[in-house]
């Protein structure tokens, strides 16, 4: 098996198990069992744990940033109606009965304090879901402050509907998005 189909058939499975247990309760031989790869390939490819939740992350981080671009792509023309369409994606991912909550943050909360790796992969994520926000606040000629605002709702909904397992502090974000945007742009 070469490196790509090996890394391919690691990365889904640590990412679901890390998911639903945690990265602190998944060991690598769970992953090995779950993904069908050797240990020693597994080894060779991320020589230690943290490489592999690095990876894990780097992947989710693409995947979620491509997804937010899409759904407000194909689901807004406005700037206003894309910053809404964020909240609107958010309330379909926490309606996934697998959804535990970001991963970046969970992950953060786990090995955020041990690993610089980590910390600095959740926090460029966040960065990035903040920066998407600052795109359509500024293309609105709202200031600058509504970004971080609005990536703070997003986050919010995120833990609360980890927490409490239901969709529904996504529409909570959602209207309370819509209020702050009315707010910055009557000013």
């Known amino acids: 098996m070469d490196a790509e189909t090996a890394e391919a058939r690691l990365l889904e499975p640590a990412e679901e198990l890390f998911d639903e247990r945690g990265v602190q309760a ?9 993904s069908g790869v050797s240990l020693k390939r597994l080894y060779q490819l991320f020589p230690s744990k ?8 780097n992947r989710r981080d693409g995947a979620v940033r491509e997804a937010i671009a899409a759904h407000g792509a194909t689901h807004a023309t406005t700037p206003y109606e894309r910053v809404l369409a964020v909240f609107d994606h958010l309330g379909e991912r926490f309606a996934d009965p697998g959804f535990r909550g970001c991963a970046f943050i969970n992950t953060f909360g786990e090995m955020g304090g041990i690993s610089s790796d980590v910390a600095a992969i959740a926090r460029g994520h966040k960065q990035a879901l903040r920066g998407y926000f600052a795109e359509q606040t500024a293309a609105l000629g709202a200031p600058g402050e509504l970004a971080d605002q609005l990536a703070l709702l997003a986050n919010g909904a995120m833990v609360v509907a980890g927490i409490d397992g239901t969709p529904d502090p996504a529409a ?3 209207d309370a998005a819509r209020v702050l945007l009315e707010a910055a742009l009557k000013s």
């Open 26 to 34: 998944v060991g690598m031989d769970a992953i090995r069992t779950a």
């Open 50 to 57: 943290d490489h592999l939740v690095w990876a894990v992350l």
């Open 172 to 174: 909570q974000a959602k």
